[in-house]
Each structure stands twice: as structure tokens, then as C-alpha cells.
């Protein structure tokens, strides 16, 4: 589903490479966390994913996609089949949760009718379908991320990339993210999530890829955070 | 196209979000394609008046006394011999023969009542070969060829005269057109930093856009559409301001006495078929075009 082979990342403003010859897998259906400290190269990883950056050299293929080598026009199709969220939500401030998903689809060239249909489904998915109408700043924050996780998934991703998801929130609501994101992924979408939070990756217990300074340096199939910090 | 709606909307909401700087926009570039249709209209009526005078104009061959005196219809050898061979000068479609006589009696009607009538004698006008050039701008070669010929008292080139005329009308042509291109820089400067100023507002949705995958067209045109209703509102404005300029100008101005005749009158069909066609496809194309760069320059997709 995902892969890297030997990818390496170095931005020219700096001396060391964000990613460090970096290969990994990630099968269909998975669940990883990417961790590691602050400027270990997970959201560089990410980027490559979404080919918000192109590698130095290596290759990043999604599905059948060689993304280092996917032309700028074909780009777009990439990224309606990966979903992304992130610690600060992204929400369209002046749209109602409704429009917020709806404009992901929108956005995509979907019919009027999609549209319709599929709204309705991911806010109950998500746990929000009394909140259509609500605006994001009326939403606390573990909302305002379910909706974000609804509109990341209306155009039906293969990959679910994650980045600092539970960032933002207490842990009781972190709690309730991390299920639906379990649940997610148990109905068969691929999820890599990048994140600090020592208790949810201990709490889960899935595959555990750690980045150390742009190095990988720990790949297990059923991981904790790790004792080194 | 599915989008259409929603790139048409994008865009006049874009317009909304900044009034004063759309109609600061859309003001500058009026006033860009107004000058640059008045710069039009100076170059048709340019065209014109020159059509007009020059089917009338011909380079006048004077015949000096001797030959003038008593001649009735060019029978005398020097004058029959300088007809005969302008007739057969490449440069030349027509010759005909203008008397003293005749000459004299339409000095009386051109003149009729005035006194500069009481001052001429038939004897101070001479006999005259008119010649029609082939080539109306030509004219200055015959003076030279034929300018101290036997029996020629002098040649003129009637189109020298009215050359001021002419002259006055092309520099109007050419104000009209370096004001519209000063405006047009201005106004193309304003687009493009309004797109630049949208482009930053959006950031967030276009952030979003881009990561679910929205194409450029969604991406981008709502921006270009903005640029392009600009454009075509600018001209639209820019023709209903020579349409006035004409009722109240340049109307007032041809009909009256100094240069009534003169100049031919501009017609509302040069302004409206003529003019305000090309206003609204250059307009539209020019903020396509900055808008397109802008985007390209420094708008990431």
C-alpha cells in the first residue's frame, strides 16, 4: 500500500537530511504510529506521502502511484484517495459542519446527489449526526477533529494519514478519537499517524515505526512508546 | 461542468470580500480601455478624413503666364507637351486642364461676397493641370519632376497642406494611447495584487482544497474569473464612457463652426460595433493574462 525505498530528504536550507535513507512498508489495512521526538522527520514523511515535497532521492510509491514521479496534473488524484487531519483541525470557519465535508466532495467535481448522500453517512460515522448545522466554533474540540476525520474520509481514502491528531486534546477525548480511528481502520483503511502521546501508543499497542533524526530507528509490529524518553 | 457553480460562486464572493479594491480595479481599468478606444476612434477617424481629402486632393501643376494667357483647353504646344507626358508618368491616374477662366469663375463661388473678390483679376490666377496621383502619399515626387519645367510656373502638392491637420489628429491618436498604456500598467499592477491579496485570503480554503485532491480548476480559476469580470466590466464601463464622450464632446465639438466639414463625424456605430467589441476582448484577455502569471508567479498550486 505504502512504500519507501531508501528515501532520503534534505532541505536546502539545512545541513542534515530531514529523512536519512529511510525504507519501509506499510501493508494494506494497517495501523502504524510514527513517532519520534520533534524534528525527526514524521511530518517530512508525511509530506512525501502526499507529495507536498519530493524525496532528494529514493522512492515513495502509493497503491500504483510513483509519487516522486507522479506529474504535477495526476497530483491531485493522489491526494483524493489519501485522507489527512491534523492537530489543528483545518475547519472552514464560515461553513457549517455539513459544508465542511460537503466541500471535500465538493471541491472533487462530486454530483449534487453524492453529495447528499455521502454527508449525511460520514457524520454518523463520525458520532456527529445531530451537528450538521453547527459551526466549528460552536464545536469543542474533539468535534471540530471528528469532523475534520469525517471529511477526511468522504472521498473514501485508501491511506488515512494522521499528524498529531490527539495534539490538541485532553486525554478522555484523545480516548474517544483514538476509538474511531481503530474503528476506521478496522473497517479497512490504512492509518499512519504520527504523534508524542505515549499513553495512546501504549494504550493500542499496533506496529511502531520510530524516527531519530531522520534515521529510522525502530520498526515493531506490536510497539510501545519506548523507555528512552 | 460540475464546478461551474461552484468556481462562479468563489469568484464573486472574492469580489465581495474586497469592494474597494475590485472597484478601484475595475475603475482603472475603464479608464486604461476608455483611453485606448478613444485612441481607436482618433485612428478611424483618421482614416477617414484622409480618404476623404485625398479621392479630392491632386498635385496642382501651375502654368506660368505665357502659357496661362488665352488658353481655353491646353492648345498650346508647351501645354499640350507637359499633358501629354504626365499622362504617360507611371505615377499619375488622371490629368485634366483647369482654364484661367475657369479658374477664376470658381474663385467666384468659393469666395462669393467677400472682399478678397474686389482684389483679384483673372490675370493673377494661372491655367492649371490637376493631376490625380495613383498614389495619394506619392505626391512630393511629381512636385520634384515637374518643378521648373518649361511652362510650369510652380507645383504643389495639395496633401502638404492639409498635412497639419492630419498631423493634430495623430497626436491625439498618439495621447490617447500612451495615457491608455500608463493606465494599462496601473490597472494591470492592481489585478494583479488583488489576486495576490485574494489568493492570501483563501489560503485556508485553497490549503484544503489542495489536500483532498481539488484540481486546479478549482484551485485557480475562481481567481482568473475575477480577474476576468474585471476586465469585462472595465470595458463595459469604458464603452458607456465614450458613448457620453461622443454625445457631449465630440459631437459638440465637430459640429462646430471652426471644423465642421472638416473631419467627419464619429458615428455611435464606430463606437458600439467597433470599438466596444475590441474593448471587452482586450480587456478579458489582459487580466487573463496577469491573472494566469500572477497565479504562476506566485501563487503555489
Known sequence: MLRLENVTKLYPTSVRPAL??????????????????????????LRLLLREEAPSSGNVFVANWNVARLANRKVPKLRQRMGCVFQDFRLLGNRTVAENIAFALEVTGKSEHTI????????????????????PAE???????????????ANRPLVLLADEPTGNLDPETSDDIMLLLDRINRAGTTVVMATHDRQIVDAMRRRVVELHLGKLARDDARGVYGASR | MNGLGFVWREALAGLRRNVTMSVAMVLTTAISLGLLGAGLLAVRTIDRTQDLYYSQLAVQVALDEPT???????????????????????????????????????????YAGQSILQLVRPQSLPATLRVTPKDPTRGDALVAEYTGKPGVRNVVDQRALVQDLFTF?????????????????????????????????????????RLVGATRWYTQVPFLIEAVITGVVGAVLATGGLVLG????????????????????????????????????????????????TLRLYVRN
Open chain 1, 20 to 45: 536519512d535513507d529511510v525504507s519501509m512498508d506499510v501493508d494494506r489495512g494497517e495501523f502504524v504510529f510514527l513517532i519520534g521526538p520533534s524534528g525527526s522527520g514524521k511530518s517530512t514523511l
Open chain 1, 116 to 135: 447528499r448522500t455521502v454527508v449525511p453517512e460520514m457524520l454518523e460515522l463520525v458520532g456527529l449526526d445531530g451537528k450538521s448545522e453547527r459551526m
Open chain 1, 139 to 153: 464545536l469543542s474540540g474533539g468535534e471540530a477533529q471528528r469532523v475534520a476525520i469525517a471529511r477526511a474520509l
Open chain 2, 68 to 110: 496661362s494667357a488665352g488658353d481655353a483647353n491646353c492648345s498650346s504646344p508647351t501645354c499640350t507637351g507637359l499633358r501629354e507626358q504626365l499622362q504617360g508618368d507611371p505615377l499619375v491616374s488622371a490629368v485634366s486642364y483647369e482654364s484661367r477662366d475657369q479658374a477664376y469663375q470658381r474663385f467666384l463661388r468659393i
Open chain 2, 169 to 209: 489628429l495623430a497626436s491625439v491618436r498618439n495621447a490617447a494611447f500612451g495615457l491608455a498604456s500608463i493606465q494599462a500598467l496601473a490597472a494591470l499592477l492592481l489585478i494583479s495584487n488583488t489576486i495576490q491579496v485574494s489568493a492570501f485570503t483563501r489560503r485556508t480554503e485553497v490549503g484544503i482544497m
Open chain 2, 246 to 293: 461622443k454625445l457631449f464632446f465630440i459631437d459638440r465639438l465637430l459640429s462646430g463652426r471652426l471644423i465642421s466639414n472638416a473631419i467627419p463625424a464619429v458615428g455611435m456605430s464606430d463606437v458600439l460595433l467597433f470599438v466596444a467589441p475590441l474593448l471587452v476582448v482586450v480587456g478579458a484577455a489582459i487580466a487573463t493574462a496577469t491573472g494566469y502569471v
